[in-house]
């Protein structure tokens, strides 16, 4: 008995340790004082990929208008000249009259990531070097720009940052937060603290020579998703990528259990197809198995029962705090939606080892992207101020 028991107790203490090790290092990297590198107040292109009527769609495309920096073109980039979020891109265009902004429709069939084939007539068309790409769920804050800047100190490649859920409706909005937040945002701006950071799609930041470097926008297609390419491209080259100290905000509104369960499952085939090390790793995330391993000292003789709830005490209360300081969601429905959460990281990463491919928007993606193609329509302004 004695063997088993030293691991379990030894798995439970190497789980607490990752636990809290990670919310401290995550709030230390929130409180980090950045040291950037870029002068004055060069220009900046700021993409925005739309598709379609998204949850407060208006809200989150208005902030873009909103920079407090003196030198922003903004682009909104669309696929099909149908679509009918153009009709509304244009109400915001009359809105912020003297902002230079232009909607261009077209395609490039660069690769089998749609939101990237949407992009590339965005990125060819930008003014500027230093190019914001931004997805349109995200709220942009004022400072946007001035924070993006604050990360490039000396090696940089490339700024990011995951989404930080906000505004959920209902407890399936409140599990997708959980996700969002205290798990995926936390272990990145964990490893971010540690110098080793990794892009998000949401928001991808560059000076344009890191990406025409290294053969221009389409090389992202080289991966199922965008960040994860761009991950790998900026290492290659011998940068880092980093990540804002204050995740960018995404209002959550109201989800499906079903929606949630899916779209982790694409994160995770991501993940796995992407940086695979990692992914083996993330079976070991979460509660259930130290808890497991508790309940097995219990039944054991070996700690006391008051070590079951002690341990939930002391995993999930740490969660609260990183997620109250940070501004997360963190309410009684909130520790209900991590605990929910937790019990769902082991089927999801058994789940995800199944295909290598899913369906996003509408769109087959698998894992072996498409060669360019040549550009579906001509990539024209619509709207242009």
């Known amino acids: 008995m004695t063997l088993p028991v030293d691991l379990a107790s030894g798995f439970t203490g190497i789980a607490v340790a990752a636990q809290l090790g990670s919310i401290a290092l995550a709030q230390a990297k929130q409180r980090m004082i950045a040291k950037p590198v870029v002068p004055g107040t060069p220009k900046v292109t700021v993409l925005r990929p739309v598709c379609g009527l998204e949850n407060n769609l208006a809200e989150t ?25 153009i009709a509304l891109l244009t109400q915001l265009i009359a809105r912020h009259p003297g902002k230079p902004t232009r909607v261009l429709v077209g395609d490039d069939a660069v690769s089998g990531n749609p939101k990237l084939n949407n992009l590339v007539k965005g990125w060819r068309a930008a003014t500027a070097d230093w190019i914001l790409m931004a997805d ?3 709220l942009l804050p004022p400072d946007y ?11 940089t490649g490339l700024v990011s940052s995951p989404p930080a859920g906000i505004r959920p409706e209902g407890f399936a909005a409140r599990l997708e937060c959980a996700f969002l937040n205290s798990l995926q945002g936390r272990w990145q701006l964990a490893s971010a603290r540690l110098d080793n950071a990794y892009a998000q799609g949401k928001v991808l930041f560059w000076h344009r020579d890191v990406l025409d470097g290294a053969g221009g926008i389409a090389v992202l297609g080289r991966e199922m998703a965008e960040d994860v390419a761009a991950t790998k491209l900026v290492r290659s080259r ?3 990528v980093r990540l804002t100290r204050r995740l960018f905000a995404q209002p959550v509104g109201r989800r499906s259990l079903r929606a949630v369960w899916d779209r982790q499952v694409r994160w995770a085939k991501v993940r796995r197809l992407g940086f695979l090390p990692l992914f083996l790793a993330e079976i070991l995330l979460g509660s259930m198995l130290p808890l497991v391993a508790v309940l097995a000292l219990v039944f054991a003789g070996a700690v006391p029962w008051q070590t079951v709830p002690a341990l939930l005490v002391v995993w999930y209360g740490a969660e609260f705090l990183l997620a109250r300081a940070s501004g997360w969601p963190a309410g009684a429905a909130d520790v209900l939606a991590w605990i929910c959460r937790d019990a769902l990281l082991v089927p999801l990463w058994v789940t995800a080892w199944f295909g290598n491919g899913f369906d996003w928007r509408g769109n087959a993606m698998t894992a072996d992207a498409p060669a360019p193609g040549k550009p579906r329509n001509d990539g024209h302004d619509l709207v242009k101020s």
């Open 61 to 85: 495309l208005a902030t873009t208008f909103d920079a407090d920096y003196p030198d922003v073109e903004i682009i909104f980039c669309v696929a099909r000249p149908d679509d009918p979020a």
């Open 136 to 138: 349109s769920n995200v």
């Open 145 to 155: 720009i001035q924070r993006l800047f604050a990360e490039w100190c000396v090696g």
């Open 238 to 240: 011998g940068l880092a």
